[in-house]
């Protein structure tokens, strides 16, 4: 079941107000991950508790020890258990659409599922958003305050107990291959297994693709394709919400979105501003929590001009 069916299916009769059921609940949110640049590659967590936490496992590394015949030592090999609080933040999406535009668009009543369907594709990039840039503490006259405000995001949070690698009196924070080695050199070898990647700007790529190209130009060609989209032999992964002055570097399964099955899609053509104003009222009410699991597992750049 899509997004569409699902809006259709909850949104038929006059007046809804009913909770999706689990398994819609799931459907709907994996398929706004599916609109975003991170939403295949980020850990997603379903809850029924609006808060709680997320476990853990892990194992201690040289943990072999040495056989004696028709001996025990006692010695065990444990794995070390721990957990991540998660809090969810409710939100919601509001909007409405007048009679005559039904009536009067090309579309006629489809027009009602094309919008649902823009609404839920930009539902999924402002959570990406939120995930990446929200600001509990961001300054009350900032333009997106109401937005930015609603819950902490990975940037904010890497920003204590992370590895920092800032670049503001580095090379005039451009981007170069220092940037990418220094900031490989912070995280521990544990992690550095071939699940790293760099989240970064649209736009920061194109960067770094013209410092190679004036590079490969002033050296006479020899740079290899590769680079371009492997910094230090680490895949990028173009994130649009990412800010221009920063980049990540971690294995993106440790970023972890919590939602609720508490997802509600609501519409009503009934009461009496839908009659007099002649409107359809839709609004999604759902939560989340955007955490990390390991913050020594991952770098935040900072200080790129």
């Given at each position: 079941m899509n997004n569409k069916q699902i809006m259709k299916t909850i949104s038929t009769s006059?007046?809804?107000?009913?909770?999706?059921?689990?398994?819609?609940?799931?459907?709907?949110?994996?398929?706004?991950?599916?609109?975003?640049?991170?939403?295949?590659?980020?850990?997603?967590?379903?809850?029924?508790?609006?808060?709680?936490?997320?476990?853990?496992?892990?194992?201690?590394?040289?943990?072999?020890?040495?056989?004696?015949?028709?001996?025990?030592?006692?010695?065990?090999?444990?794995?070390?258990?721990?957990?991540?609080?998660?809090?969810?933040t409710a939100v919601r999406l509001p909007w409405e659409i007048t009679g005559e535009s039904l009536r009067e668009n090309i579309e006629g009543e489809n027009f009602e599922k094309i919008v649902s369907g823009l609404m839920t594709t930009q539902l999924g990039i402002d959570l990406e958003d939120l995930y990446l840039n929200g600001d509990e503490n961001v300054d009350s006259d900032d333009?997106?305050?109401?937005?930015?405000?609603?819950?902490?995001?990975w940037l904010k949070q890497?920003?204590?107990?992370?590895?920092?690698?800032?670049?503001?009196?580095?090379?005039?924070?451009?981007?170069?291959?220092?940037?990418?080695?220094?900031?490989?050199?912070?995280?521990?070898?544990?992690?550095?297994?071939?699940?790293?990647?760099?989240?970064?700007?649209?736009?920061?790529?194109?960067?770094?693709?013209?410092?190679?190209?004036?590079?490969?130009?002033?050296?006479?060609?020899?740079?290899?394709?590769?680079?371009?989209?492997?910094?230090?032999?680490?895949?990028?992964?173009?994130v649009p919400s990412m800010p221009t002055d920063r980049i990540i570097l971690t294995n993106p399964q440790n970023l972890i979105v919590v939602n609720t099955y508490n997802v509600q899609v609501r519409k009503t053509t009934e009461g009496k501003e839908a009659i007099m104003k002649d409107k359809r009222f839709y609004v999604i009410h759902l939560d989340f929590d955007a955490i990390i699991e390991e913050k020594d597992a991952a770098v935040l750049i900072t200080g790129l001009k």
């Open positions: 006059d007046i809804t107000s009913g909770l999706l059921a689990p398994g819609q609940a799931d459907k709907f949110i994996q398929q706004t991950f599916e609109k975003t640049a991170l939403g295949g590659s980020i850990r997603k967590v379903m809850k029924r508790e609006k808060t709680g936490e997320v476990d853990k496992i892990g194992i201690d590394s040289r943990i072999l020890r040495a056989k004696t015949e028709d001996t025990d030592d006692g010695y065990r090999g444990k794995p070390k258990f721990s957990d991540i609080k998660y809090a969810t333009p997106d305050y109401d937005f930015l405000k609603l819950n902490d995001g890497l920003e204590t107990g992370s590895h920092i690698e800032d670049r503001t009196d580095k090379d005039a924070g451009g981007l170069s291959l220092d940037v990418f080695y220094d900031a490989v050199k912070q995280i521990p070898n544990k992690y550095n297994d071939g699940s790293l990647r760099w989240l970064m700007a649209p736009s920061a790529q194109q960067d770094w693709e013209r410092y190679l190209l004036n590079e490969n130009i002033k050296n006479g060609g020899g740079l290899s394709d590769s680079i371009m989209k492997a910094p230090a032999s680490i895949p990028s992964i173009g």
